[in-house]
């Protein structure tokens, strides 16, 4: 691996965490940038340990375990996913692997997958009513005014 795709990698994975887990992640960066703070100022304290060396740890270190800890518990209560969608992907893989569909086609039952695990999807109540406000803001009918123009 060389380091543009080692530097691509990060930078995906880092997307990732914003994305799922902004407000984690946001936290474990500043968890970090903090421990440095601390570990600075405690820097003459911990120079008298000669068993470890502080120096060594640097604040990209600080905050990955910052990033690390605060999505830690977001990831060990991740939902599974339903055996039947797991079941429906080794089918069309296996059906694709076997040639006896085109790849064509098996882009075409991923679609018709992805559209039934939609429309399977439940919100919770607040969702809900968040979501209905907002296709009640999104279908209301323009004003008399603008539409005789």
């Not at 936290?27 to 000669?50: N, W």
């Not at 605060?70 to 089918?91: F, G, H, T, W």
């Not at 907002?134 to 009918?141: F, G, M, N, R, S």
């Amino acid at each position: 691996m060389n380091q543009e795709s080692v530097t691509e990698f990060i930078r995906k994975s880092i997307n990732i965490l914003f994305v799922s887990n902004p407000r984690g992640t946001s936290l474990g960066v500043l968890i970090g940038v903090i421990l440095d703070a601390l570990l600075g100022l405690a820097s003459p304290i911990l120079k008298t340990v000669e068993a470890l060396n502080f120096g060594a740890i640097k604040m990209w270190h600080l905050i990955g375990l910052g990033v690390v800890s605060m999505n830690l518990p977001c990831y060990l209560r991740r939902k599974e996913v339903d055996q039947s969608i797991v079941k429906a992907i080794e089918y069309i893989e296996e059906q694709k692997k076997n040639g006896s569909i085109s790849d064509w086609q098996a882009n075409q039952m991923y679609v018709n997958l992805h559209n039934k695990v939609l429309e399977s999807v439940t919100l919770d109540l607040a969702t809900q009513e968040t979501t209905s406000s907002l296709d009640e803001l999104v279908t209301q009918p323009q004003s008399e005014e603008k539409s005789n123009k």
